[in-house]
């Protein structure tokens, strides 16, 4: 059945790809942004979450809206300034549409929101699963605000899905962009001590979980929306060696070494997050990719 979709967050390397593929599938599409810009098939609204302005009629008629607004993680340095940034992005946006919803008494039936498995902290070798203890740490208590903010929603009798999205791999961008550069300049090597799980997931399986999520009504709560085999740093690395016929370092780089390049952000490429796909297998819900090989090398091979 056919819905009527606002999307925030839409213009990101996630939105793009969900947005021609939620259109393809035959549902409106709506979307909020900070600037006017025209999207064939698309309404525009304009909104500024740091100003807490919006435009009311960007709800009317809407049943499903999907939230993926948030500053990159990994784009500045962490000071106490951008870290703000990073939470209030995510935070805000939710209070914003949630204001706006109660105000308008729009007739939203679904919320569905960008999450990561960031909220389990780093955890080594434990296998973490949606029932698993939050963790600790800065990626830890933001991932809980912005899951608490989703959570708000759940009063209004709306359905809440909050995503808990792992490595994004995508020949557009994103986290797999930064990961080959030292392999192609032939200086690739395992991270710390290259023991730490990585739990990825090829983009368009990640937009095909958002779709699953609009159409399931029974999904509610949180899902890791993460490949159902994670693997290793080093796996990791080693496997983006061989599919760009790149050697791969014997030795690995150590972690004071990281936090002399990349200051506190260094615990980013160094937490362990062993997660379960378990739950989202349960909903039905088929990975294309499964195995990190095959993702890479699908991804490699549309980008000739």
């Not at 002399?260 to 490429?269: N, Q, R, T, V, Y």
Request: aromatic share 8%; charged share 20%; net charge neutral.
């Amino acid at each position: 059945m056919a819905k009527n979709i606002l999307i925030a967050g839409a213009t990101g390397l996630v939105g793009e790809q969900l947005i021609s593929k939620l259109l393809a599938d035959g549902h409106q599409i709506s979307i909020l942004a900070r600037k006017a810009f025209q999207k064939e098939g698309v309404k525009v609204f304009l909104w500024d979450v740091y100003q807490q302005t919006i435009d009311n009629q960007a709800l009317e008629g809407i049943d499903t809206i999907i939230n993926l607004t948030g500053e990159g993680i990994a784009d500045k340095p962490w000071t106490a300034e951008r870290k703000q940034q990073i939470i209030d992005s995510r935070v805000k946006s939710a209070e914003l549409i949630f204001r706006a919803i109660k105000e308008t008494n729009a007739t939203v039936e679904s919320y569905i929101s960008a999450s990561a498995v960031g909220i389990y902290g780093d955890r080594e070798d434990e296998v973490l699963d949606e029932e698993s203890l939050n963790g600790t740490g800065f990626m830890a208590d933001c991932c809980i605000a912005w899951e608490k903010a989703a959570d708000q929603f759940i009063t209004l009798g709306i359905r809440v899905v909050k995503v808990r999205i792992g490595i994004v791999l995508s020949e557009k961008g994103g986290a797999l962009a930064s990961m080959e550069k030292p392999v192609n300049y032939f200086v690739g090597a395992g991270l710390g001590t290259g023991k730490q799980w990585m739990p990825w997931i090829h983009i368009d399986d990640l937009v095909n979980i958002f779709v699953h999520a609009v159409a399931d009504k029974n999904m509610f709560d949180a899902y890791n929306a993460t490949a159902p085999s994670p693997v290793t740093n080093q796996t990791f690395t080693k496997t983006l060696g061989k599919v760009l016929r790149r050697p791969i370092w014997p030795f690995n780089v150590p972690k004071f070494v990281l936090k002399a390049i990349l200051g506190e952000m260094s615990i980013l490429p160094l937490i362990s997050t062993n997660t379960s796909a378990q739950k989202m297998l349960n909903t039905g819900f088929q990975f294309r990719y499964l195995n990190l090989e095959e993702a890479l090398k699908a991804i490699y091979e549309h980008k000739k």
